[in-house]
C-alpha cells in the first residue's frame, strides 16, 4: 500500500519561511516525479512544484516561483518544499503527491498518490 505523508505545515507570520517534507512509504519513487499542490477554501486544487525522479528538472507555478523550491532525497524517499516570503494568499492545504511517470506535468488527475495534506496558515 502506497502512504504519502506531509509534515512541517503551521501558522507563520507574513515575510516568514517553513519547510513541508513529504514521506513516502510502500514503494520506491525515485523514477516517478512528484508533485506539491495547494488547496484553498473554495478554491480548486492548484500546482505549485514539482520534480522529476532524477531531480534534474524543477517546475514552478507563477505565483511561488522565487520564493519555492522543491527539493528530493531519494534514499529517504522524501521530497521537500521550502516555502519562504510567505505571503498570505499562500494559506492552503498543501498536498505531496506522486505520478508514477518521468515526464512532469501541473494537472492534479494526472497524479495517482496523494497524501492527506498539511495546513499553512500565513498571518498578515
Known amino acids: 500500500q502506497v502512504q504519502l505523508v506531509e509534515t512541517g505545515g503551521g501558522l507563520v507570520q507574513a515575510g516568514g519561511s517553513l519547510r513541508l517534507s513529504c514521506a513516502a512509504a510502500g514503494r520506491t519513487f525515485s523514477s516517478y516525479a512528484m508533485g506539491w499542490f495547494r488547496q484553498a477554501p473554495g478554491k480548486e486544487r492548484e500546482f505549485v512544484a514539482g520534480i522529476r525522479g532524477s531531480a534534474t528538472t524543477t517546475l514552478y507555478a507563477d505565483s511561488v516561483k522565487g520564493r519555492f523550491t522543491i527539493s528530493r532525497d531519494n534514499a529517504k524517499n522524501t521530497v521537500y518544499l521550502q516555502m519562504n516570503s510567505l505571503k498570505p494568499e499562500d494559506t492552503a492545504v498543501y498536498y505531496c503527491?506522486?505520478?508514477?511517470?518521468?515526464?512532469?506535468?501541473?494537472?492534479?488527475?494526472?497524479?495517482?498518490?496523494w497524501g492527506r495534506g498539511t495546513q499553512v496558515t500565513v498571518s498578515s
Open positions: 503527491a506522486v505520478r508514477p511517470s518521468t515526464a512532469l506535468f501541473t494537472t492534479p488527475r494526472t497524479y495517482d498518490y
